[in-house]
């Protein structure tokens, strides 16, 4: 089956640092990545949709400038937080979907990144 | 827009009893639904998934769910629980053939006492 390699899967930084989560589709083509923010006990909320090669689109609320995602090529996507503060502390999940366009085709999820700002 | 709401964000059963997990939609266009499980500090796995054709759908582990449109809902249920069951369930709605983001339900919380 599909698999999305996401890494880290934990990370730990002082406040102020910036950190890079990657996502990566090991075993088939992604047009599309999601990024998900999960925060304990809630469910999954869209931060972006990112197309290979395109700018990402970024949900209401989310500052794009803090949050960075780069699609370069059709296996990865990347996101990074910029001057990351305590507030950013939060489980970050992608999915990678081939479908391009046609949601019928799952979307396949990485094991998310725990982020622990102190 | 799309959504879903799962009612009961906690769930107990007993082991070997029947789980029934509800969902219902909220589509303004013929919607895909999944269901997805979720264990902790990890991603999400995909348990089923209706698009079209046959309303009864059957996922792994056991489990299965049906489309209702005349109810718009999108249950979960799975004939005799198991441990291992114990996880977070989440109810999904995406437009069909958008390619767009899932919209996803709170989440339910499956407890399975032995």
């Known amino acids: 089956g599909a698999v999305v390699s996401q890494h880290p899967s934990r990370v730990i930084c002082k406040s102020g640092t910036s950190v890079k989560i990657e996502c990566r589709s090991l075993?088939?083509?992604?047009?599309?990545m999601f990024w998900y923010r999960q925060f304990p006990k809630q469910s999954l909320m869209l931060m972006a949709t990112s197309n290979e090669g395109s700018k990402a689109t970024y949900e209401q609320g989310v500052e794009k400038d803090k949050f960075l995602i780069n699609h370069a090529s059709l296996t990865l996507s990347t996101l990074t937080v910029t001057s990351a503060h305590p507030e950013d502390s939060s489980f970050y999940i992608c999915?990678?979907?081939?479908?391009?366009?046609?949601?019928?085709?799952?979307?396949?999820f990485g094991d998310g990144t725990r982020l622990s700002i102190l | 827009a799309q959504s879903v709401t799962q009612l009961g964000s906690h769930v107990s059963v007993s082991e070997g009893a029947l789980v029934l997990l509800r969902c219902n939609y909220s589509s303004s266009v013929p919607p895909y639904l999944f269901w997805y499980v979720q264990y902790p500090n990890q991603g999400l796995q995909l348990l089923l998934k209706?698009?079209?054709?046959?309303?009864l759908v059957k996922g792994i582990n056991g489990f299965e769910a049906e489309f209702k449109k005349s109810e718009t809902s999108f249950h979960l249920t799975k004939p005799s629980a198991h441990m291992s069951d114990a996880a977070e369930y989440f109810c999904a709605v995406t437009p069909a053939n958008s390619g767009y983001a899932l919209n996803f339900g709170k989440g339910t919380s499956l407890l399975v006492t032995p």
């Open positions: 999915s990678a979907s081939s479908a391009g366009g046609n949601s019928n085709q799952p979307q396949h």
């Open positions: 209706y698009t079209t054709g046959a309303t």
């Open positions: 075993d088939f083509q992604a047009t599309t």
